[in-house]
């Protein structure tokens, strides 16, 4: 009986984190919304993979971050990119300048 209850909760706890990373993986910034918001939006997915022990390096967060800019921010994306390298907290400090 108890290994069917482990077993269901596994089973519940990886399906979990399948739906966060396909949220992760699926996540668009569209011009309809202030880019700091989706921003944040995308942190509180990053978040729910924390919580489901599903870690990323920082590094690589400021990258997809960048790379999910709508197409309108195209030349600013560039800019990004090819500037300095970037914590989390100085990207946040562009784009709420920008």
């Not at 300095?84 to 709420?96: M, Q, V």
Request: hydrophobic share 40%; proline share 2%.
């Amino acid at each position: 009986m108890l290994t069917t209850l482990q077993e269901k909760y596994r089973i519940e706890e990886v399906s979990n984190q399948k739906f966060l990373i396909d949220n992760f993986m699926s996540f668009k910034m569209t011009d309809d919304k202030s880019i700091l918001a989706q921003t944040h939006s995308f942190l509180n997915v990053n978040s729910d993979l924390i919580v489901a022990e599903i870690t990323l390096p920082v590094e690589f967060l400021v990258e997809v971050i960048i790379a999910c800019q709508p197409k309108s921010w195209n030349g600013y994306k560039k800019k990004l990119k090819h500037d300095e390298k970037y914590t989390l907290e100085s990207l946040l400090y562009h784009l709420r300048i920008e």
